[in-house]
T-cell receptor, first 114, second 114 residues
Framework: DTAVSQTPKYLVTQMGNDKSIKCEQN?????MYWYKQDSKKFLKIMFS???????INETVPNRFSPKSPDKAHLNLHINSLELGDSAVYFC?????????????FGPGTRLLVL | AQSVTQPDIHITVSEGASLELRCNYS??????LFWYVQSPGQGLQLLLK??????LVQGIKGFEAEFKRSQSSFNLRKPSVHWSDAAEYFC????????????FGSGTRLSIRP
């Protein structure tokens, strides 16, 4: 049973396209996150949601829009993709918000923009 | 501003040898400290975390870390590495409140020499 799952695992697309990445967790957690890992392995938080409410919104382009239809899902929609968006995107979840909680990561979605 | 420095980009050790991965942090308040491991093509997995109390923290897979406030360090150790320990290791710091975020270091890649 996969705790945090992401689809798709790989995504290759052209500049200017719009794409979505889906994330689901079956751990019963209240908080979910999106992270971006660049080519140098640098990992940075983008968003976090607690009970479907946005609590962390880092300085990311507004082309990135997270959507949380329910506590178990946090999707990431990206408009007008650019070359610099190429990265690995990780979804994570935790029992509640606050960094004292262990975050469980999904396997990542490798996005390549051509 | 909070930050995490992992001075070693890549370390190679022989199987069975001891390991120490360095981590230095900068944080204005009492830090919450973490070590995560990322195996190739996988998401991150928490090895251990420190919030308070005993400064020597035991984690999974035989890893431990020691918090040294005077040196702003949280180094990860293992007495005898196994080939399966080859991975990327990330140190991270957070603040503990619900709106806090985890700041990750740039990672240290560990290779194991047979």
């Amino acid at each position: 049973d996969t705790a945090v799952s992401q689809t798709p695992k790989y995504l290759v697309t052209q500049m200017g396209n719009d794409k979505s990445i889906k994330c689901e967790q079956n751990l019963g957690h209240d908080t979910m996150y999106w992270y971006k890992q660049d080519s140098k392995k640098f990992l940075k938080i983008m968003f976090s949601y607690n009970n479907k409410e946005l609590i962390i919104n880092e300085t990311v382009p507004n082309r990135f829009s997270p959507k949380s239809p329910d506590k178990a899902h946090l999707n990431l929609h990206i408009n007008s993709l650019e070359l610099g968006d190429s990265a690995v995107y990780f979804c994570a979840s935790s029992y509640s918000s606050g960094t004292s909680e262990t975050q469980y990561f999904g396997p990542g979605t490798r996005l390549l923009v051509l | 501003a909070q930050s995490v420095t992992q001075p070693d980009i890549h370390i190679t050790v022989s199987e069975g040898a001891s390991l120490e991965l360095r981590c230095n942090y900068s944080y204005g308040a009492t830090p919450y400290l973490f070590w995560y491991v990322q195996s190739p093509g996988q998401g991150l997995q928490l090895l251990l975390k420190y919030f308070s109390g005993d400064t020597l923290v035991q984690g999974i897979k035989g890893f431990e870390a020691e918090f040294k406030r005077s040196q702003s360090s949280f180094n990860l150790r293992k007495p005898s590495v196994h080939w399966s320990d080859a991975a990327e290791y990330f140190c991270a710091v957070g603040g503990g409140s619900s709106a806090s975020k985890i700041i990750f270091g740039s990672g240290t890649r560990l290779s194991i020499r047979p």
